[in-house]
Every structure is written in C-alpha cells, then in structure tokens.
C-alpha cells in the first residue's frame, strides 16, 4: 500500500517537474527576446540564457542531502546565540573564508578560549571540555559538501564581497544550521551569469 503511494507521488512529481521545466523555459524564452545582451550570453551550451541543468526543488526528492538538510551534531552549537546574541563575526570562527578555499570549522581550543569559564555548569560545555583535554576533535557533521568533481573556492567569493548569506541563508539566525540552497550547477552557474563571472566549464571542474 504505502509502496504503490509513493510511486503514484514520484510520478506526480516527475509530471510536475517536466511542466515547470517548460514554463521555465517559455518564461526565459520571452526575456531573451527582450535583450540582445542576454541572447549573446545564450550561446554555446546553455540555452536559452538558462543553465541546461535544473535547479528545480522538485528535483530534492532524488537527493539524500536536500534542501533544509540539517543533521544532527555532537553538540548542539547554536549560530542564532553566538552570532545574534554575543555579536560574534563569522570569520572569528571560520578564519578561512576570506583567504583560502575552505571556510574551515573552529577548533576545541577556540570554544574553549570561552568556555573555559562561560556556562561551564552545561552539560555539553563539560562535554566540550572533555574533548578538549583529550585533545579530541569534534566530529561535526557537514551540512554542506560538493562532490569532488567540483571546485568551489570561497576566498574569491567572499573577496568578490558575495555574502554569506547569498548561499548560506541568515545563519545567524539559525539554531540547528541547514541546508538552503541545492548547490546543483544550475544554481552556481545563474548566479555567475547575472554577475559577469566565468562559466567555463574548467572554471569548476579540472
Ligand atoms: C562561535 C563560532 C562560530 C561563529 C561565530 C560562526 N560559526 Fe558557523 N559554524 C561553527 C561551528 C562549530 C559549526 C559546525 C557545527 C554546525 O554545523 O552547527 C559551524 C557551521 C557552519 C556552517 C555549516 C558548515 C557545513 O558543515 O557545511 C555554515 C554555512 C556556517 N557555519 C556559516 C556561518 C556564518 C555565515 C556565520 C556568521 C553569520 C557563522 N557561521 C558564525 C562555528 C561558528
Ligand atoms: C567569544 C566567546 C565564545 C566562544 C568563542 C564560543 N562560545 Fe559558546 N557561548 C558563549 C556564551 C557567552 C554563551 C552563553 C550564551 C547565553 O546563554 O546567553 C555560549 C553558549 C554556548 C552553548 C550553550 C550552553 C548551554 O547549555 O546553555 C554551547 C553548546 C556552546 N556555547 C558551544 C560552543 C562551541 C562548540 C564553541 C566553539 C565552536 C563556542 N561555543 C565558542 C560564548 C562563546
Ligand atoms: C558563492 C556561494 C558561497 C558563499 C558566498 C559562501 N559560501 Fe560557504 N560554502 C559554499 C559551498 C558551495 C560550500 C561547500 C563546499 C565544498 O563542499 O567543497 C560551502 C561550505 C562552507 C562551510 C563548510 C566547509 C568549509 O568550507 O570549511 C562553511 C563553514 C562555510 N561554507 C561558511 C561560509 C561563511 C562564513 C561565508 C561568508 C564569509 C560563506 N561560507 C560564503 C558556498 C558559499
Ligand atoms: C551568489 C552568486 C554566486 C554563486 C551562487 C556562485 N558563485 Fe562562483 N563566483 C561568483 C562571482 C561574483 C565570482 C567572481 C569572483 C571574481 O571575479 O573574482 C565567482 C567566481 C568563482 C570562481 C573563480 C573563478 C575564476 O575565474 O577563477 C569559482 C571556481 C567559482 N566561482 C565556483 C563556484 C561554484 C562551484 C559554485 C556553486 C557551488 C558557485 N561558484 C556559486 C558568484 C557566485
Ligand atoms: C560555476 C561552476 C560550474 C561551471 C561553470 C560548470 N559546472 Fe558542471 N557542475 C558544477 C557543480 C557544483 C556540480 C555538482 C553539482 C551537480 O551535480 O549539480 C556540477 C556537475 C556537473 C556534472 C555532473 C552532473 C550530475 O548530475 O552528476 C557534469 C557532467 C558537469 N557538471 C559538466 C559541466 C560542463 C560540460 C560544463 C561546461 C559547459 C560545466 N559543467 C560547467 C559546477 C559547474
């Protein structure tokens, strides 16, 4: 029974997703025709001003980690109470977004520079402490991870003064970090057309 429910539900979804493809591309079809500029953008793979790879939500339900993906981490680290509430910069935890590929995720001995002394009575701050002695990482669970034929680089991003929060959503608003965008080449490639950026394809894959 709940077998041939789901069927009849992906064959719904998979009738939907071909009817919004088209309207897409009618939508896109009519804008090109408006704009000489976006035509001569048009040529070579992509058609019609639009990536040929689709971005749409529907499409979520053919991957494990969809939109609104948020595991469950060793600790429940809250950006809504570090970020909104103490004030704190991104990069002061995620030093390397601005000079090299990786945002990369704070170390034990950075929490620790804090809660040595701040809401040691918590459970998961003790936790926290005994990692730090045994000199433990934490194993947090990535929300977010391309698959390797891909290269993405967030220095230049974040040079090129694209916010966090174009890819990421407000995560300083977030109590458990998601998932907010697909990361599918449709979306990376939109957005590097509307900006003037590469889309080369060695640009993102060697
Ligand atoms: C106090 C340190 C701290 C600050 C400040 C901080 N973060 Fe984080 N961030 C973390 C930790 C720890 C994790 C891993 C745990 C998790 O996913 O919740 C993380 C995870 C993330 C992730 C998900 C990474 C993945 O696994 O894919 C994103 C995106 C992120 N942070 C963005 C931001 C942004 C944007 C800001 C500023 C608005 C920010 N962070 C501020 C510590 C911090
Ligand atoms: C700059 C200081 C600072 C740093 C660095 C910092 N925190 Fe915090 N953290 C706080 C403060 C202050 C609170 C209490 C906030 C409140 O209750 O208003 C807090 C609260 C917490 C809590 C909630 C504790 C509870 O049970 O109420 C957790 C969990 C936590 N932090 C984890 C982390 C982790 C993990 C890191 C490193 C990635 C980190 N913190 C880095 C200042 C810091
Ligand atoms: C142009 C889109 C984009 C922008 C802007 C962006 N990110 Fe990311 N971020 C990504 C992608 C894509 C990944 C996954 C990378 C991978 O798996 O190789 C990622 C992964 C991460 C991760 C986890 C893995 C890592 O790189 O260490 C963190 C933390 C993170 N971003 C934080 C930030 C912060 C903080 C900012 C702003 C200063 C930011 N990002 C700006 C797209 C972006
Ligand atoms: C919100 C807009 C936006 C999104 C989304 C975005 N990019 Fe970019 N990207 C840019 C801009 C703007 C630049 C130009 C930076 C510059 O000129 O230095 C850029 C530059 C790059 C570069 C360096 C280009 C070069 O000439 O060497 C790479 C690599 C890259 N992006 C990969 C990706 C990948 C992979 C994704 C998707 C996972 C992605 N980007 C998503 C806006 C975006
Ligand atoms: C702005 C970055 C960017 C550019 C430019 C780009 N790609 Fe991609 N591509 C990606 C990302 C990110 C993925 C992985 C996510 C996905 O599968 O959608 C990907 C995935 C793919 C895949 C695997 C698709 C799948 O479903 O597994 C192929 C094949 C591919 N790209 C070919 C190309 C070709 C050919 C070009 C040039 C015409 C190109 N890409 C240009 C970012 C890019």
New binding site residues.
Partial sequence: MNVRRSWILIIICLLSTVMLGRLGAEGSGSAVAQSTESTDKAAG?WRDGKAV?SDEPMLDIFNPYQRGYKPEQPIPFSHKLHVEKNKMECQYCHSGVAKSPYATIPPVELCMGCHAHVRTESPYIQKLAEHYEQKKPLEWEPVHN??E??VFNHERHVKAGVGCNKCHGQVNEMEVVEKVSS????W??SC?RMNGA????S???Y
């Fill in positions: 793979v790879f391309l698959p034929h891909a990361l599918r080449m449709g990376c490639v590097h590469s889309i080369d394809c640009t993102c894959h």
